[in-house]
């Protein structure tokens, strides 16, 4: 970029450099702000120097950065925010790690070939409408607590194996169409009324 007469006559702080194709860098606000914008004027890029902000512009078409041989890092000090009009999208050939906290509290979403992982020392989920299509599940832990207000559960096979088993009810009923076989070492009884 040359400068031109136009940046001559300007003050000291709105100096401007313009290419021949009309695209232009600029000092502005006593050179506390540099911009640079495209031939049609629009915004490309910005550095406030007062707060240290940085601002990359796309007004028209997408926004691309490129690493074929190497990785892209955004790092910050603070917080990082995606906010999209439309999806968020995010894809990797060999997997996707959304890691949060620090050792002991630790919280992670790992997505890899065909296998979905999270782990955190607390889980909570909350939805007004659930639904669920597992092939196979198997549930390990040391305890389970489940309080609902009505349950309907329909098994072709059931099969319970407990060391002891409480049940308690106010009232009990049971229908079995066929056969209705207990096989007991002791039976007690105790009927009241």
Known sequence: MTPTLEDAQLPQQERLIATSSGASA???????????RDPGGRLLFQYESLNGR???????????????EGSI???AG???KLEGRGQICAEGALGIALRSGRAGERSEL?????RVRLGSETLQVEAAGAELALGRVRYVGDEAQVRVERGSFVFATLETTAKRVWEKAKEVYRQVEGLHYEKAGRLRSLVRG
Do not use: Y
């Open 73 to 75: 890092r955004l790092v």
């Open 78 to 80: 603070r917080s990082v």
């Open 110 to 114: 790992n997505m890899a070939r065909g």
């Open 54 to 68: 940085c601002s990359v512009f796309a007004p028209a078409g997408d926004l691309e950065l490129h690493a074929p």
């Open 26 to 36: 600029a000092l502005k606000d006593q050179g506390e702000t540099r911009e640079v």
